[in-house]
């Protein structure tokens, strides 16, 4: 199993960003798949959880609105496009599958003018 998070960056209050999560070894179409975040300092903490078909959607509050989950089971990848960033989005972002051994090896995301 491995996942690979990429399309973190330095980006200015309001900018966007697109993470994508390639994942392997696994069946990825029948999991349901998460992004997780971490700030310094901070527990790591769910940000958005999409379905294994894409129909179920959650978010939590603080990216509500701004953030959205997707995935492309033909592909293995699912996506976060992050719009609207604000500096506390500033943290390293982390795909998580509900198999072992759980996380990807991050992508750190700086919101900074």
């Known amino acids: 199993v491995q996942l690979v998070e990429s399309g973190g960056g330095l980006v200015q209050p309001g900018g966007s960003l697109r993470l994508s999560c390639a994942a392997s070894?696994?069946?990825?179409?029948?999991?349901?798949m998460s992004w997780y975040r971490q700030a310094p300092g901070k527990e790591r903490e769910l940000v958005a959880q999409?379905?294994?078909?894409?129909?179920?959607?959650y978010y939590a509050d603080s990216v509500k609105g701004r953030f959205t989950i997707s995935r492309d089971n033909a592909k293995n990848t699912v996506y976060l496009q992050m719009n609207s960033l604000k500096p506390e989005d500033t943290g390293v972002y982390y795909c998580?599958?509900?198999?072992?051994?759980?996380w990807g090896q991050g992508t750190q995301v700086t919101v900074s003018s």
């Open positions: 070894g696994f069946r990825f179409s029948t999991y349901a």
């Open positions: 999409i379905s294994s078909a894409g129909g179920s959607l």
């Open positions: 998580y599958a509900p198999v072992r051994p759980h």
